[in-house]
């Protein structure tokens, strides 16, 4: 996985402003995979035998890294596929996207650092009935262990620098920060 991600140029390097409000010196911008359908398909199968065995009957992931994600994994286990996007700063299921009560959902994202996304995609499957069977990543770059109750499955496990930004060496270095993505765009 990783070798694919440096093939494609995923593994950005910089100041970053990562989703969770942390920063770091290295960004994973999983879209430079799905650039080329032929890892998206490869990505979407590794996925779905990990997570087969778990059955669900929808796959769901955050807009935006979680979409083509998402569709990806439910094309390789034949199910139905569909993302939460946020509205007014919160996530939600919308596009006439429904879960039956009860329906066994896996949710899927690009990269999981602190888990909060995900935590808001569970809660909206709750909101809305269903069951989260199963969580899964392209890449865990978490350090501290995942807020999640499911079972979680990734491709690849890095360790990247991750600091808070009261206590950031490219803040004291005055290095530009950016913002490649955000929950809260």
Do not use: W
């Amino acid at each position: 996985m990783l070798e694919l991600l440096l093939k494609v140029g995923a593994i950005l390097e910089g100041h970053f402003l990562l989703s969770s409000g942390k920063h770091s010196s290295k960004y994973i911008q999983c879209a430079k995979i799905f650039e080329y359908p032929e890892y998206g398909e490869k990505i979407g199968k590794a996925i779905a035998e990990k997570i087969a065995h778990h059955k669900p009957t929808v796959v769901i992931g955050p807009a935006l890294g979680g979409v083509i994600l998402a569709y990806e994994v439910a094309r390789q286990l034949g199910t139905r596929a569909m993302f939460t996007e946020r509205e007014n700063g919160t996530m939600k299921l919308r596009r006439e996207f429904h879960i039956e009560t009860g329906e066994r959902v896996a949710i899927v994202e690009d990269v999981t650092t602190t888990g909060k996304s995900v935590l808001e995609v569970i809660q909206v499957v709750e909101e809305h009935g269903g069951k989260v069977c199963c969580i899964a990543s392209i890449v865990d770059r978490s350090i501290e262990k995942l807020p999640f109750d499911v079972s979680f499955y990734s491709l690849a496990k890095l360790q990247l620098p991750i600091y808070e930004p009261d206590n950031c060496p490219l803040c004291e270095r005055n290095v530009p920060l950016v913002k490649p993505g955000s929950r809260k765009s």
